[in-house]
């Protein structure tokens, strides 16, 4: 599903954040990515939705080589990945429907559509009474839920979570955890980007680790070993 | 779908136009200033020239022939100009002629009349009235003339004082164009930097839905679109403030500009309503290129998707 090939990325300021990586992901995997911060997470993040080019390799999703991708070609990969960010990036002044409903509208969905998808993912978030409420009126979990709620109205194939508990207590984190896990349940490839040990280790799933720009581990089954 | 996203693209191009009011309102007025300013610059150049014509119109020498010249002559002299490639109009009047139109011209001045009637003989003279395409030919064919062999039946007066009039008039003209030349690319050019600057705020404000829309794969031809319909927008209200504006200042002036051109078979505001749409699309057309190329500049330079 996700593949880079020998990928390096240097910036124009002759940083590496990332060097010679290989990493191979199989669809339906659910795979936590470790490290302190600025290992190169985040940039092997933007690297998946093309919102970097790589300096040196390839970068293959779903089997579509986006290593030099169109211009205009962007927003069709980006349709087929969920992406998730620790700062939620909700419109404050908008409804929690309207919220998800305007990342449908922007795409040229029909109103028909609109009103027939939201109440699916809500549901499939646990947040179907609060589709009237605005953001301020939800705790940090239940924004974060609505936030990966938006990201499922394009049935992605990959869901690209970047830090997504990094604003949220550990019972919160827990609940954003649980439904990651609920939706990889449903075939959802679930990339989760993180440095919080308690949640790799409660996972047990496949942790590859970073450091330096390199891959340091990949374990299927994995703990967090910093 | 198209409908749909066209729909949606032009809703957000007036929620940006009515959340940032002011700045709309600002821009609207700058680029309303270059119009206006254009505007008259061409109604000010439309009138000159118009004036110009009618003096060349009036403009026209007399060539009067000697009591001794013989009909057959003046015949002969008046197909001799009229083969001159110069003259575009040669009209011959006779002596009797003359004093008919003296005495109309003359029909309230008693004592005039009364001296003509004083003399036995007719004491015009019969003349060609001839006038050239342009006027530097009158000299031309004065010249001509002059060196034909008829020159000694023939009174010719040197080419009048007309020829200042219209120099000034070209020379005035020219002056008005100029400043308004300047005046015009003065605030052509402030419009570009008001739309762009508004384009830019507009922009900066929506950073969190644009970053948004580029994260749920809105297609980069979306994210731009309202933006440039905003500059359209712009644009077209402009205009019609514009054309609200000058349409009636030029009918409460148009009776002093009739009373210029009196006598002359110029309207201005047949003109106008004769030429209203031809104006209005080209004032939509100047205010459309001023405002989409300046959102253009703006949006590629601030809005990377």
């Given amino acids: ?226 | 779908m198209m409908i749909v996203t066209f729909f949606r693209a032009t809703k957000f191009a007036f929620q940006n136009f009515w959340r940032n009011f002011w700045l709309s309102i600002v821009t609207i007025f700058i680029l309303t200033l270059t119009l206006v300013s254009v505007s008259l610059l061409s109604a000010v150049n439309l009138l000159a020239n118009q004036a110009i014509t009618v003096v060349k119109e009036k403009v026209n020498i007399d060539v009067f022939f000697s009591s001794a010249a013989q009909a057959e002559q003046m015949l002969a002299v008046r197909a001799f100009v009229e083969q001159m490639p110069e003259a575009k109009q040669v009209e011959y009047v006779s002596a009797t002629e003359a004093l008919e139109r003296f005495k109309k011209e003359h029909v309230a001045d008693l004592d005039i009349l009364a001296s003509l009637a004083e003399l036995e003989e007719n004491p015009l003279p019969a003349s060609l009235v001839i006038q050239a395409y342009e006027l530097d030919q009158y000299q031309t064919i004065i010249d001509k003339l002059r060196a034909s062999s008829f020159a000694d039946i023939l009174t010719t007066q040197d080419f009048d004082d007309n020829r200042s009039v219209i120099q000034r008039i070209s020379i005035l003209s020219q002056r008005v164009t100029q400043i308004g030349l300047v005046l015009s690319f003065i605030f052509a050019t402030i419009s570009l930097l008001m739309v762009f600057n508004t384009i830019r705020i507009t922009i900066y404000t929506h950073r969190e839905e644009l970053n948004i829309m580029k994260l749920v794969g809105a297609t980069n031809w979306f994210i731009r679109t309202p933006f440039f319909l905003e500059g359209i927008l712009y644009a077209m209200i402009a205009s019609i403030v514009t054309m609200a504006f000058l349409y009636p200042t030029f009918v409460f002036v148009s009776p002093y500009i009739q009373a210029f051109f009196q006598g002359y078979s110029f309207d201005f505001i047949q003109f106008l309503e004769l030429h209203f749409w031809k104006i209005f699309a080209l004032q939509i057309g100047l205010s459309l290129v001023l405002s989409v190329l300046s959102s253009m500049i703006a949006i590629t330079r601030y809005l990377r998707v």
């Fill in chain 1, 1 to 226: 599903m996700i593949r880079f090939e020998n990928v390096s990325k240097i910036y124009s300021n002759n940083v590496v954040a990332l060097n010679n990586v290989n990493l191979h992901i199989q669809p339906g995997e659910f795979v936590s990515i470790v490290g302190q911060s600025g290992m190169g997470k985040t940039t092997l993040a933007k690297l998946i939705i093309a919102e970097e080019r790589p300096t040196k390799g390839k970068v293959i999703i779903g089997g579509w080589d986006i290593t030099r991708i169109r211009h205009h070609e962007i927003p069709v990969l980006r349709r087929q990945i969920g992406v998730v960010y620790q700062d939620f990036k909700l419109l404050p002044r908008k409804t929690v429907f309207e919220n998800i409903a305007f990342a449908l509208e922007v795409c040229g969905a029909s109103g028909a559509r609109i009103r027939k998808i939201i109440p699916q993912v809500l549901k499939i978030v646990g947040l179907e009474d609060k589709s009237r409420f605005f953001p301020r009126q939800l705790s940090g979990g239940q924004q974060q839920r609505v936030v990966i709620a938006r990201s499922l109205i394009h049935r992605p194939k990959i869901i690209l979570a970047d830090e997504p508990t990094g604003n949220l207590d550990s019972i919160n984190a827990q609940e954003i955890i649980h439904l990651l896990v609920k939706i990889n349940t449903f075939g959802t490839t679930v990339v989760l980007v993180t440095h919080n040990h308690d949640i790799v280790n409660m996972l047990r799933k496949r942790v590859i680790t970073m450091d330096h720009g390199m891959i340091i581990s990949d374990q299927q089954s994995g703990k967090y070993i910093l």
